[in-house]
């Protein structure tokens, strides 16, 4: 004979939590508390098989389905010493679906079932409160009709509001027993009017009208849907869980509550909870009594806490607390109810938490060895810990949202707006906030961006110029928030209907995206001892190397203090913006004669080298990759005529000579224009000022911090071997001089960005050329999609949103296809040279989904902004952590 039903509770258990295919996850949860002697009401549960076994035969029940059932239901009769359809002593019944998986709200549910004219009558007797008898009718009269019986549930609701009208009340609980009893009547008569059925009376035909309704619900439209999101296959089914009904609302001695085993906000290792004397499980969240806590411990003046007033429950739910958190061996998260002074466990499930205290509770529980050091490293969301290093908006603080962008830098910043990196600049030297609100930024905003506390962009998406250099620096940044109007000229800022000025003040978060109207006042970051504990175990367990972007010295101390163990890409053009070399650079760029050329170039090379020493210095030894001039030259020409005066007065050359000059350099396409390589090899002086740089740098910073110094010196954007292999000969040459001049040995690797897909595709050609790869995913992303980077905002959100993409591509790393990619390039890349050094330096390096995909493909380290680095240095623990949980299973 097939088990259909698996009773729980009482004296015959047979579930357990591993059967959660078979009992859903509800039905197996409860079958497990009830087998380690937790007072859980008895009942029992349908299995999924019915269900399955159901729809295959056209909505029938197996045949012993039925004699199963009235034997599980007696089981619960006996437990619980209550009869179902008894008059004096009934047994109610909860009748709830629960699949494998949970589908919050997506399926039907019944309460208070086993109730008609006359049980209702014993029920008013037995719990002494007719008021809470009639009640429980009436709701349960509503919920059956509308969920079992089709009735419309605004109907109920009608009738009760004219009732309520009628009778000159304004709260269903001032509504009496005897009015009640009327309103059943009405209720009844509405469900015959509407069905052309009367509503059934036998407790028995309720349970299977209930039975089939939920299996029926399975199959509802919200159900398919949901499903069909979240990939579930219609063939789990769902299981039927039939449990008896506890109060907590039948007196002083009864009382429900939440609790939590321990502080959910700080992690604490304290009974934490909420309880209401004579009350529902909806009274508590619902708000209108105040809930009371649990401990004395944790009781203000006024407060009744439950150790007091109800003490052998409370003693009873305290032992209760550490046998669920022993045998989960994870913080718990409790629904219970007192009924007449006997505790009930109704539910318990892993509790949510704070970032703070998932971290405390991770590594408490290690140290109290209820969890290896390995299960603590893998209990702490990897993006949590941004909100442990950033501040956050205080939850306590009123705030009106404007608009919403894309969360590209995290953290939260309050500031009056400007619109120019000049204004930042002049008001932060007086000490003043301010946010920087732009269209988008380019690298001339980088010194506005550093002095701002955030940078709002309504253009752009989540690798745009704003975002990576926000991110880079630790600055929040909100970008393309596409619904925001910038008027440049009128000093103005549009969204939602508000006009904001120039000193207006905004706030932004940038872990959600939101810009907020005015100043929402902020909490700092707060990080404990726990944090460093957990980031050395993290160390310990992960085999991906976490190196830094970064290129100055203040970022690159940044990213040591975080743990960075070297830098993964200095970009280098990051360092022509300063207003002291922008002039060399727009020289050097709009001359056509060589010996001016040669001067600007001499200028710059002397800011490089020291740029160089300094990162090698605060380095001291570690590796720091170094890229050569990437991004196309239009992003350093004059742009107004003064800017374009005073390169024509330091040039002596003739203003429309330079004008035209600067027109010529413009592009359609700049991202796919003249840039990295290909400017390498065309103005090879260029790439030759800044090997010879490199080189003189890492020789003199070699003395000074009496380490060798091995430069990594890499080439962006390479699509063929031969300009690799050109771009290489040039540097080898350029480097070999400076030994020649210095008269030392100087150790070098010469590597290159793999960017574009041609790269990835012939990375075993290109790989005889170059000592390392470094994957630049940001480029590699828009090239593969054929997105840009920088007007991917204005729709991806909305790709997102309807599941076209499962995430932003420049977010997460595209697994199926840039993943690809990455995949062939190390293969290939090691065919030609075995054990080769591959990094990745797109955004990608700080996402912990993506970290756990370069950890599968053997890349040997990852680069990210300083700020992510803990991020990634625990994403890379987890993964490989779960790589060796894969392997061993
Ligand atoms: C990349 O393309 O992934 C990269 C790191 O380079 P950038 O973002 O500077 O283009
Ligand atoms: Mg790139």
Redesign the pocket.
């Known amino acids: 004979m097939v088990q259909w039903v698996y009773c729980f509770g009482g004296t015959r258990n047979e579930g357990r939590a591993e059967m959660r295919n078979l009992l859903g996850g509800k039905g197996a949860n409860l079958a497990e508390m009830a087998s380690i002697g937790l007072p859980v009401p008895a009942g029992f549960t349908i299995t999924t098989e019915v269900c399955t076994a159901y729809y295959k035969n056209a909505c029938a029940y197996p045949d012993d389905l039925k004699a199963q059932v009235e034997n599980a239901l007696r089981h619960i009769e006996q437990a619980i010493g209550m009869g179902f359809g008894d008059k004096k002593n009934p047994l109610l019944v909860s009748v709830r679906s629960g699949a494998r998986v949970s589908m919050p709200g997506m399926m039907d549910t019944v309460l208070n079932l086993g109730l008609n004219d006359e049980t209702v009558e014993g029920l008013a007797s037995s719990s002494g409160d007719p008021r809470f008898a009639w009640d429980s009718y009436r709701r349960f009269i509503q919920m059956y009709g509308s969920v079992v019986m089709g009735v419309p549930h605004h109907r109920f609701e009608d009738i009760l509001e004219e009732a309520k009208h009628a009778l000159r009340v304004q709260d269903d609980t001032e509504i009496t027993a005897e009015q009640l009893r009327v309103l059943v009547k009405d209720y009844r008569a509405l469900v015959l009017s509407e069905t052309g059925k009367e509503f059934p009376t036998d407790p028995h035909v309720q349970l299977w009208g209930a039975i089939g309704a939920v299996f029926g619900s399975w199959m509802n439209p919200r159900a398919n849907t949901y499903r069909k999101l979240h990939d579930i296959p219609a063939e789990w089914g769902t299981a039927v869980s039939v449990q008896a009904m506890v109060f907590g609302n039948m007196g002083d001695d009864c009382a429900t509550g939440v609790c939590f085993t321990r502080d959910p906000s700080t992690g604490e290792n304290v009974f934490y909870g909420e309880y209401l004397v004579n009350a529902q499980g909806e009274d508590v969240v619902a708000g209108i009594r105040t809930p009371q806590p649990m401990a004395i411990a944790r009781a203000e003046d006024e407060q009744k806490p439950m150790e007091t007033v109800l003490p052998e429950a409370y003693a009873e739910l305290s032992r209760i607390r550490s046998l669920l958190e022993g045998h989960h061996r994870d913080m718990q998260d409790i629904e219970f109810t007192v009924q007449k002074n006997v505790l009930y466990i109704l539910q318990t499930r892993s509790g949510k938490r704070t970032a703070a205290a998932a971290l405390k509770v991770a590594i408490d529980m290690a140290h109290e060895g209820l969890i290896t050091q390995e299960e603590a490293i893998l209990r702490v969301p990897p993006s949590s810990l941004n909100q442990l290093l950033h501040p956050a908006l205080d939850p306590k603080a009123e705030r009106t949202q404007l608009a919403r962008g894309l969360p590209a830098s995290p953290g939260a910043a309050a500031g009056a707006i400007v619109f120019t990196a000049e204004d930042v600049e002049a008001h932060a030297a007086r000490d003043e906030d301010v946010i920087l609100v732009r269209i988008e930024t380019s690298p001339e905003d980088v010194h506005g961006m550093h002095a701002a506390k955030g940078v709002l962009t309504t253009r752009g998406g989540m690798?745009s110029h704003a975002a990576?250099v926000a991110r880079g620096m630790g600055r929040v940044c909100v970008a393309g928030a596409g619904g925001i109007q910038v008027d440049y000229k009128a000093k103005t800022v549009t969204a939602g209907g508000h006009v904001l000025k120039e000193g207006d003040w905004i706030t932004l978060d940038g872990g959600t995206g939101s810009v907020y109207l005015g100043r929402v006042a902020t909490i700092p970051p707060v990080l404990s001892g726990d944090f460093a504990t957990l980031m050395g175990w993290a160390d310990d367990a992960r085999r991906l190397r976490v190196r830094a972007n970064a290129e100055t010295i203040a970022d690159a101390e940044t990213a040591l203090s975080f743990g960075a163990e070297g830098i993964g890409?200095a970009?280098t053009e990051h360092m022509f913006f300063a207003p002291e070399r922008i002039g060399h650079v727009r020289q050097m760029i709009m001359t056509e004669n060589p010996a001016l050329r040669a001067r600007a170039i001499e200028a710059l090379q002397q800011f490089q080298r020291d740029d160089f020493i300094g990162l090698f210095r605060t380095m001291a030894g570690l590796p720091v990759t170094i890229r050569l001039l990437?991004p196309p030259l239009h992003e350093f020409l004059p742009h107004g005529e003064n800017e374009l005066a005073d390169v024509a007065a330091a040039l002596g050359e003739n203003i429309e000579v330079l004008r035209a000059r600067r027109d010529a350099l413009s592009e359609s396409n700049p991202m796919l224009g003249h840039r990295g390589c290909r400017l390498g090899i065309t103005a090879p002086e260029i790439y030759a000022m800044q090997v010879r740089a490199i080189a003189q740098a890492a020789i003199r910073a070699a003395e000074i911090v009496g380490k060798p110094i091995v430069p990594e010196i890499m080439i962006p954007l390479v699509a063929t071997e031969e300009e690799l292999k050109r771009t290489r000969a040039a540097a080898e040459e350029t480097i070999k001089a400076v030994i020649a001049e210095e008269g030392v040995e100087l150790k070098y690797d010469i590597g290159t960005?793999i960017?574009l897909p041609r790269a990835a595709l012939t990375a075993e050609h290109i790989a005889h050329e170059a000592d390392f790869f470094s994957f630049?995913?940001?480029?590699?992303t828009q090239t593969t999609l054929g997105l840009s980077r920088d007007d991917a905002a204005s729709f991806l959100p909305f790709y997102v949103e309807k599941g076209i993409l499962p995430r932003d591509p420049f977010v997460s790393i595209d697994q199926e296809g840039v993943g690809a990619l990455v995949r062939m390039g190390v293969m290939k890349g090691r065919t030609t040279r075995p054990g080769m050094k591959m990094g990745i330096?797109?955004e990608h390096g700080g996402d912990p989904d993506s970290i756990a995909f370069f950890e599968s493909v053997g890349l040997d380290y990852v680069s990210c902004s300083p700020f992510r680095v803990p991020v990634a240095r625990l994403a890379a623990a987890q993964a490989a952590l779960q790589k060796r949980e894969k392997t061993i299973a």
Do not use: F, I
């Open positions: 690798t990576v890409l970009r990437d960005m960017e630049g995913t940001n480029d590699l330096c797109g």
